[in-house]
């Protein structure tokens, strides 16, 4: 958007420290840092009064207070002011959005428990595709094919969605274009070991995939598809996962 109006000005706001310094370093990249500035803030405390455009991008329903960020958008912006709300795509109708995708889950009353819900089935997601990297690269190194190593896994109890969908379709072709980056998978992973860690959960093999996550980042970028999270592993281990022949 900075690139797009070069006369306007920018603020960004994430309760998310990490995610703050990413977009930070980001604007600087794109030249447009004297123009837009990120800052650590709640969606129902960020600061500032006169706002002409407020922009909420698939976020308010994850938020365990939306009625309070909705009122403190509107009173944030200026008279003339407009708010920008980007969700997911929804039927009018509820009858119509009852399908496998959009069926309704109720986690309980408490605020933030499908914030929390969200976190604990990301970092399986996570953990799946770090997990699913090491194996593939021990097995291909040790002379396995890897679309035989696939096949007999997704036969087997090892199966997951990484095995099922990502490494057929973005790791074995070299595509690595699942969809969401690895910056985005570090931000949940690092709000649920933060969340565990308050809770006093013991989380260490959820702790050993953030730091495959933070080397990721580190060494390829946060903007990268999640999953290039093999890429490090391969690096070090001197072998590619990728199609080949039968045999």
Same mark, same amino acid.
């Given at each position: 958007m900075a690139q797009a109006y070069p006369k306007s000005t920018f603020v960004g706001f994430d309760y998310h420290p990490q995610s703050i310094e990413m977009a930070q370093q980001a604007a600087v990249k794109a030249g447009v840092s004297e123009r837009v500035k990120f800052e650590v803030a709640k969606a129902k405390d960020f600061p500032g009064k006169g706002y002409q455009l407020v922009a909420f991008f698939d976020c308010l329903h994850d938020m365990g +207070?939306?009625?309070?960020?909705?009122?403190?958008?509107? =009173?944030?912006? +200026? =008279?003339?002011? =407009?708010? /920008?709300i980007v969700e997911p795509f929804a039927h009018d109708r509820l009858e119509d959005n009852?399908? $496998?995708?959009?069926? &309704?889950?109720?986690?309980?009353?408490?605020?933030?428990l499908g914030q929390t819900m969200k976190l604990c089935n990301n970092v399986l997601s996570a953990a799946g595709s770090a997990a699913t990297s090491e194996s593939?690269? /021990?097995?291909?190194?040790?002379?396995?094919n890897?679309? #035989? /190593?696939l096949d007999v896994i997704n036969a087997s109890s090892g199966r997951s969605t990484a095995t099922e969908?990502?490494? $057929? +379709?973005?790791?074995?072709p070299r595509t690595f274009n699942q969809g969401f980056t690895a910056g985005l998978m570090k931000k949940d992973v690092d709000l649920f070991v933060s969340e565990a860690k308050a809770l006093g959960v013991p989380i260490n093999v959820i702790e050993a995939g953030a730091a495959l996550l933070k080397l990721t980042c580190d060494e390829l970028g946060p903007d990268k598809d999640i999953t290039e999270i093999i890429?490090? #592993? @391969?690096?070090?281990?001197? &072998? @590619? &996962?990728r199609e080949t022949g039968a045999g």
């Open positions: +207070d939306p009625d309070g960020a909705a009122r403190h958008v509107l =009173a944030s912006l +200026d =008279a003339n002011g =407009a708010w /920008m009852l399908n $496998p995708i959009g069926r &309704v889950f109720y986690v309980g009353a408490k605020p933030g593939m690269v /021990m097995g291909v190194k040790a002379g396995l890897p679309r #035989i /190593m969908q990502k490494f $057929p +379709d973005a790791v074995l890429k490090p #592993i @391969e690096q070090r281990a001197g &072998v @590619e &996962v």
